[in-house]
């Protein structure tokens, strides 16, 4: 029997957000202020492989869903890699919110690394030219 992540309510939880960067393309104004912001050394985030460590801990806990967000999480170099490792693990849902604006260049590399879905954040509605679905 898999164990539970349960929350100090007992509420058992199945889905997980990822973030995996601090930054982003846009600088809209509620997370991006006029004279910026410090952002984290690269150094400092979790690696590739550690996000995937992570992730493999989290399965054993019931975790069913992943979003990988951000930032921007379409900024991530590493982004198709660990789709396609999250996916072996056997997530049933891998998902990733994005401003989209990146999506015309990333989008194929991630549906077939196993991406199930795309969430565009309305926040860039106007600057979207394309919908994309994904089956």
């Keep these: ?3 539970r992540l349960l929350d100090t309510f007992g509420r058992n939880h199945t889905y997980l957000r990822v973030s995996l960067t601090e930054r982003c393309n846009l600088r809209c104004t509620y997370c991006m202020p006029p004279e910026g912001v410090e952002l984290s050394p690269p150094q400092s985030l979790l690696s590739d492989d550690e996000v995937i460590r992570v992730l493999s801990s989290v399965d054993h806990f019931g975790v ?26 056997g997530f049933q849902s891998l998902g990733v919110t ?38």
């Design 1 to 3: 029997m898999r164990r």
């Design 64 to 89: 069913d869903k992943i979003r990988f967000t951000g930032g921007e999480p379409l900024l991530r170099q590493g982004l198709g890699t660990i789709v396609r490792e999250a996916k072996g693990i």
């Design 98 to 135: 994005t401003n989209g604006i990146l999506l015309h260049r990333k989008l194929s590399e991630l549906v077939d690394a196993g991406l199930d879905s795309v969430n565009i954040s309305l926040d860039t509605l106007g600057l979207i030219v394309s919908v994309f679905c994904l089956d």
